[in-house]
Every structure is written in C-alpha cells, then in structure tokens.
C-alpha cells in the first residue's frame, strides 16, 4: 500500500524517531556521570614547589566545586598499536604495541580522536575523571608514593600498576605518561593569578609521567591538579593522551 507524500511527512513529524545504537567503542571507555567534582587546589593546601610560577600550583587555584555533563573517558591510554592503525608510517620513538603512545603533537592527538569519532578530553573532564568528588591528589589518596604509579625511567604496558586506577576503572592518570587535553591553557574561574602564558595558544597537558625522576623526581609533577602548558606542535617523550566521547542529549 503506499501512502501519499504529504502522509508521510505527517507520520515523520508524530513518530519517535528510532533509538541511535551506543557506539561500539564504548566497552573500553568509562562513564563520567553528570554531576559536580572539586576543581583546583586551596590557598591552604601545602604544595612543593620549584623555581617557577608554572610549577608552584598558583595557576591551578582557587579550588572550587564545578558542574559537568555526562562524559565517557578512555580506560587506558591510547597504545602504540592503536595509534599505528591511524598513522601506519608513523617515525615515532618505537614501543610495544600496548604501550602508551607517545612523543605526539597536540594536532595529532587530537586528529587521533577525531578519527575514532572521538575527542580530546576538556582539562576539566580530565580532572573531574581523576580526582571524583572528594576531589584526590592521587587517584589512591593524599599521600604521595612513588610504588603505586610508573615513575620509573621508561613507560609500561598500560593498566600496569592497579593502584593507579580510580574507582571508576580509568588507569594510568598520576603515572606512565603524561597526557594532552583539549584545553586552551587560561585561568580559572576566580582567579587573581597572572601568568604571562595565559592566552599565548598553549594547551594543557595532565599527569604525571615516567621520567620525572630525572628532576630528581619532583612530587608536584605527579598530582592530579598539576596543570602544565605546553605549544600544541611540541614532541614530549613522555607525553601521550587518552580519548573522550560526549553522548547524545537524549530526547524528552
């Protein structure tokens, strides 16, 4: 039977449109629910510190209660093997096939994304992913230990270390590599800090990472508030990224 044109335009307009499948590749992501997270540190909380603006945690204040949309988060970091499947000519510094990739512009992380019909994670998504809603340095808690996260010399398997994972299941965010954002690096909301990089097109990187112990290992590298600025062309060793996925508003 057909139905005339106009029908159909009628049935379109009252019908529910049909439900949109879930992407597959969210299996090996985590969901962020909707909801507020502790953002930034306090002017209380005692920090180390060295040497410059950048590392003595001033740009990462006033601490502050933020809310945000649902989101989804890579469980682990994007892998050597994964990204070779984007860019199979890569020259990169080579490395096991589930081992975190690595030595990455901002560009190319973030084109990475793009291509698993993905996105880099805001610095503020990443945060919220990192420390939840008691608002953690490290993801196991307040106190620094350089045996529960891959502070070592070279970068390992990703999921390696369980103690650095948080309770949601995402690993590998206070150690093994650093890892890119989406954002822009500017001040937070509140704040009074002035920093001369602030609008001059860096983008943040987050976490710590392997190597950090040649600077005689530095615990402020390694906190999840740790908010460092970089050009998005620059090439760190240790430095990769991990993906994100905003869903669809659903319909009401």
Not at 58 to 82: H, K, M, S, W
Not at 97 to 107: F, I, S
């Amino acid at each position: 039977m057909k139905f005339p044109s106009a029908l159909w335009l009628v049935l379109a307009l009252v019908l529910p449109a049909p439900a949109q499948a879930a992407p597959a590749f969210l299996k090996d992501m985590v969901r962020i629910p909707a909801g507020k997270f502790v953002l930034g540190l306090d002017s209380t909380d005692r920090m180390p510190s060295f040497m410059s603006n950048t590392t003595s945690s001033q740009n990462a204040r006033p601490r502050q209660t933020l809310p945000l949309p649902e989101f989804y988060i890579d469980r682990y970091e994007v892998t050597y093997g994964e990204f070779l499947q984007f860019k199979p000519k890569a020259a990169y510094a080579e490395g096991s096939a589930d081992h975190p990739m690595r030595g990455v512009t901002w560009y190319e992380a973030e084109a990475y994304c793009f291509w698993v019909g993905k996105r880099l994670p805001s610095e503020l998504e990443w945060e919220k992913a990192a420390r939840g809603s008691q608002g953690l340095l490290f993801v196991w808690g307040n106190q620094f230990s350089a045996e529960n996260g891959n502070f070592g010399k070279t970068p390992k398997r990703v999921g390696s270390f369980p103690m650095d994972k948080t309770p949601e299941g995402v690993f590998d965010l206070n150690g093994n590599v650093s890892e890119w954002t989406g954002s822009e690096y500017a001040p937070y909301p509140g704040s009074d800090f002035k920093d001369p990089l602030y609008g001059k097109g860096l983008r943040v990187i987050r976490g710590g990472a392997y190597n950090k112990r040649e600077h005689g290992f530095l615990e402020v590298f390694a906190t999840l508030t740790f908010r460092n600025p970089a050009p998005p062309a620059l090439r760190s060793w240790d430095t990769g990224f991990r993906c994100a996925y905003s869903p669809a508003p659903q319909k009401k």
